[in-house]
């Protein structure tokens, strides 16, 4: 769901602004990646900024992948150079997991096998000056550039000092911070993070776990999983 369903390889979607809203209803299942782009599979974003509000009314469909500039980020996709000034809502629940980010909700592979190494994304240079929130219990990660990262790298990205990672819940275990909600290393992908910055305030509820730069990090392997160089100004509350 987006102003594009999808960018494959060898596609490009460069220097423009989207302003408006984004929505997902229940009769949206069919496709669950939502953002200006709903997915980038292997083709690249840059220079984009989207001023439109994005909002989910999720009862009914299994997850959802919510980003300010991308759903989902996925083979070896670029985003690069993009700002995000709209706000994004997870209302109602669902039946599945949810993830959002102020750039892109998920970055990993297409595929959960532990055998499969097929690259993530990188996200570089990118900017979220908005508010990602959640009413919906069944939400995994909430951050201010990344929902989830699964596999890929997040360099020289910030959450700036307007913005807000918000997780209004009443029953979670959902991972929330400034920069990437949640960290799963499966396999041993390359997983990067990297000169990054936080300086957007994070508000957390009861059972859920909150940092400045990574909320929740889960590794199944201990190679390939980096984080540098990064820096939170904020409070947590």
């Not at 997902?24 to 599979?41: E, K, M, Q, S």
């Not at 979220?128 to 929902?147: D, F, M, Q, R």
């Not at 959450?159 to 400034?178: D, I, R």
């Not at 920069?179 to 799963?184: A, I, K, P």
Request: with cysteine.
């Amino acid at each position: 769901v987006g102003f594009f369903s999808k960018v494959h390889k060898g596609a490009r979607a460069e220097n423009f602004t989207i302003e408006g809203t984004i929505h997902a209803a229940p009769a949206d299942a069919i496709t669950n990646h939502v953002g200006v782009a709903g997915l980038v599979a292997g083709g690249t974003m840059s220079g984009v900024i989207n001023k439109a509000k994005i909002t989910t009314d999720d009862a009914g469909i299994y997850s959802l992948q919510v980003g300010g500039l991308a759903g989902a980020l996925t083979s070896g996709g670029k985003i690069a150079g993009c700002e995000n000034y709209g706000n994004i809502t997870l209302n109602g629940t669902a039946d599945g997991i949810s993830v959002a980010g102020g750039i892109v909700g998920y970055v990993g592979s297409t595929s959960n096998n532990s055998n499969e190494l097929e690259p993530g994304g990188l996200i570089t240079g990118c900017r979220n000056h908005a508010v990602v929130t959640s009413s919906n219990n069944k939400v995994e990660g909430l951050g201010g550039v990344v929902g989830m990262l699964r596999g890929g790298e997040i360099i020289s990205c910030q959450n700036v000092k307007t913005a807000k990672v918000a997780a209004t819940l009443t029953n979670s275990n959902c991972n929330v911070a400034g920069v990437c909600g949640y960290v799963q290393n499966r396999s041993g992908r390359k997983i990067r993070i990297a000169n990054c910055v936080n300086e957007g305030e994070i508000l957390i509820t009861t059972g859920t776990a909150a940092g400045g730069i990574v909320g929740g990090l889960h590794l199944w392997h201990n190679a390939g999983t980096d984080i540098l160089s990064c820096r939170n100004t904020s409070d947590i509350s």
